[in-house]
């Protein structure tokens, strides 16, 4: 089955504690991307990547990273949480880097606190 | 500043009756339009798109009008089904934004009422 899994699915951590949550997808897709959804905002980019060792940052990165050392994993880094970002994210991949017309496979979501 | 708003959270309907949620955008440099679906616990699926050179899109019983000059999109169901209810997002996209990078909405809570 094509998808775009992510890994915890919920995750309580206090502030300062590093961690990662994992993005994987099978369905060979060169773009894939981090969002963060918070109420009344939509979701918003954290950062996305164009292809393997590619990444670049979107809207919102400040307090992120992320590495593309294949093409089908593209985890998200908070090197020290902090309660500003407690939200929903998600992952999501899209067959083609030339342009974002092309749907976009989203993965479940991960809810974060942050305490 | 948002570029894209969905003034209206939540929007109930008469399960059978149309349902009509709107999309308003500020960048004229918009040239793409998206409807993503999302149920609790999932993530987003695509729902239906327009270009810019078109002003209506159709597939069954969604269809997204355009209307460039009011910079306002809407997204009409019939007739709406309880599977419908769900939050709907509206997402834009420019051709000359070289990070192809989708600026999304807040989101409308549709409600199908039996």
């Known amino acids: 089955e094509a998808q775009v899994t992510q890994n915890p699915r919920y995750l309580i951590t206090v502030t300062g504690k590093k961690l990662t949550v994992t993005c994987s997808q099978n369905?060979?897709?060169?773009?894939m991307s981090w969002y963060r959804q918070d109420p009344g905002l939509g979701l918003r980019q954290i950062y996305y990547s164009m292809n393997v060792e590619v990444t670049d940052k979107g809207d919102v990165p400040e307090g992120y990273k992320v590495s593309r050392k294949e093409k089908r994993n593209f985890p998200l880094i908070l090197e020290s949480p902090s309660p500003n970002q407690t939200s929903l994210y998600f992952c999501?991949?899209?067959?083609?880097?030339?342009?974002?017309?092309?749907?976009?496979?989203f993965g479940p979501g991960t809810r974060l606190t942050v305490l | 500043d948002q570029q894209v708003k969905q003034n209206s959270p939540s929007l109930s309907v008469q399960e059978g009756r149309i349902s009509i949620l709107n999309c308003d955008y500020t960048?004229?440099?918009?040239?793409?339009f998206l409807w993503y679906k999302k149920y609790p616990a999932e993530g987003p699926t695509f729902l239906i798109s327009i270009s810019s050179i078109k002003d209506k899109n159709e597939d069954g019983r969604f269809t997204v009008f355009l209307n460039k000059s009011a910079k306002h999109l809407s997204l009409h169901i019939v007739p709406s089904q309880p599977g419908d209810s769900a939050v709907y997002f509206c997402?834009?996209?420019?051709?000359?934004?070289?990070?192809?990078?989708?600026?999304w909405g807040a989101g409308t809570k549709l409600i199908i009422k039996p």
């Open positions: 369905m060979n897709h060169e773009y």
């Open positions: 960048n004229s440099m918009f040239d793409y």
């Open positions: 997402a834009a996209s420019a051709s000359s934004d070289s990070n192809y990078q989708l600026i």
């Open positions: 999501a991949s899209s067959p083609s880097t030339g342009t974002s017309y092309n749907e976009q496979f």
